[in-house]
């Protein structure tokens, strides 16, 4: 893992996507080896290549889940290639103006959501996809901001 840019930066969470973000590939990868072991059991060609693209789904979900790793630290928040450790996006914790979740009633079951950061000037809009329970997340973040008189406070004033 790449060091934190700033000595005095300290990694708070690192997660990547949940493994709930890729349901919808395990659907599709059970679907295939269903169909396969299906070619198999009444002796039909071609179930081996059924079979093989089921697994070849499931090394896809497992490649996909790693390409990105979302980090909070006490300066930043970090979207990162997970296997390379290049940087692919930053915003500093006093450049957030606002810090919203995207929910669809499936990812509400599976409780998993976006997370969605936008800075201050808004000019630039950080998502971090497929986070397990985003509502802490956004609390976390929340807190670590410095402390600035919010919209919905400033609404109350």
């Given amino acids: 893992m790449a060091e934190p840019a700033q000595v005095d930066e300290v990694v708070q969470w690192q997660t ?30 071609g179930g081996e290549a059924w079979l093989s ?12 889940r790693r390409w990105e790793k979302c980090i909070l630290t006490s300066c930043r928040v970090i979207v990162r290639n997970g296997y390379t450790g290049r940087e692919i996006q930053a915003i500093t914790l006093d450049d957030i103006r606002e810090v ?22 808004g000019d630039r809009l950080m ?5 397990n329970d985003p509502e802490i997340i956004k609390s976390r973040i929340q807190a670590l901001r410095p402390n600035r008189v919010t919209a919905q406070q400033a609404a109350r004033l």
């Fill in 53 to 64: 693209g089921a697994g070849m789904l499931l090394v896809c979900a497992a490649l996909l």
């Fill in 127 to 131: 998502t971090l996809r497929g986070i």
């Fill in 16 to 45: 990547y996507p949940s493994w709930r973000l890729f349901t919808w590939l395990y659907f599709f990868s059970l679907v295939t080896a269903l169909r396969g072991g299906l070619f198999l059991w009444f002796g039909v060609s």
């Fill in 100 to 121: 919203t979740i995207k929910q669809g009633p499936i990812a509400r079951v599976l409780r998993i959501g976006t997370v969605v950061i936008q800075s201050s000037r």
